[in-house]
């Protein structure tokens, strides 16, 4: 099992930034793959990025692709996502998780088998 916490939200307007934060405990060495979701009020949870932590590497969807970016603190156990240009539509619950499988379950919750609790994102504009 691995806990998960977000942490970093806030209100900002558009054009800005932010740095979310997600401290993992637990025995995070059994999930390779830590992502980033995002849900805004009355639609689905949507796929954001994932990081794979054995092979470093990125995976982002098309809608953040140039604007944001993950990364990990290997020591410290916490991924992060980097916000920049922040848009109206990138207003939600932001949500990471922790889990195990190919690329496609990945952009999807299905892949994940630990959530964290949401830090919300608000941008104004």
């Known amino acids: 099992q691995v806990q998960l916490v977000e942490s970093g939200g806030g209100l900002v307007q558009a054009g800005g930034s932010l740095r979310l934060s997600c401290a993992a405990s637990?025995?995070?060495?059994?999930?390779?793959?830590m992502g980033w979701f995002r849900q805004a009020p009355g639609k689905e949870r949507e796929f954001v990025a994932v990081?794979?932590?054995?092979?470093?590497?990125?995976y982002y969807a098309d809608s953040v692709k140039v604007r944001f970016a993950i990364s990990r603190d290997k020591a410290k156990n916490t991924v992060y996502l980097q916000m920049d240009s922040l848009e109206r539509d990138d207003t939600g619950v932001y949500y990471c998780?922790?889990?195990?499988?190919?690329?496609?379950?990945?952009?999807?919750?299905?892949?994940?088998?630990?959530w964290g609790q949401g830090t919300q994102v608000a941008v104004s504009s």
């Open positions: 637990g025995d995070t060495t059994i999930t390779d793959s």
């Open positions: 990081s794979w932590r054995n092979t470093g590497r990125t």
């Open positions: 998780a922790a889990g195990n499988a190919i690329l496609s379950a990945l952009q999807s919750t299905r892949g994940y088998s630990d």
